[in-house]
């Protein structure tokens, strides 16, 4: 397969997180002109919907969290109740998680994880 080399977008602010637009504006161009090509999209992803977007739209095949997952170690299976929906279509927790999933904590319904 031959990859075709792009120049990246003129860059943006680093203001409102600038740069990770930027970023995933790369990938998205990187995607584009090598559809064969596996592409991770980084920077400034911190919504489970943002990164379903993503996804859904064909701008990666993969997102990458770093910030948000130190913020919470656990927004991966937040962002899989979120898009779930989790009472119609409830996600397996692991057992080791179970007593501090959706409703069996109380202070789980204090965080916004949408």
């Given amino acids: ?7 990246p977008p003129p860059q943006t602010s680093t203001r409102k997180g600038g740069a990770g637009n930027s970023i995933r504006a790369i990938a998205a161009t990187v995607k584009a002109a090598n559809p064969d090509l ?7 992803i911190a919504g489970a919907h943002q990164a379903e977007t993503i996804l859904e739209e064909g701008k990666a095949d993969m997102i990458a969290i770093a910030r948000a997952a130190l913020d919470d170690p656990r927004w991966p299976h937040h962002a899989a109740e979120a898009l779930d929906g989790a ?3 409830p ?4 057992v080791q998680y ?7 904590w ?9």
């Fill in 38 to 44: 596996t592409v991770i999209a980084v920077g400034m």
């Fill in 1 to 7: 397969m031959m990859l075709r080399f792009l120049r």
């Fill in 91 to 94: 996600t397996p927790w692991p």
């Fill in 87 to 89: 009472k119609d279509n």
């Fill in 106 to 114: 109380p202070g789980y319904k204090l965080r916004d994880f949408g």
């Fill in 98 to 104: 179970q007593r501090a999933a959706g409703e069996a």
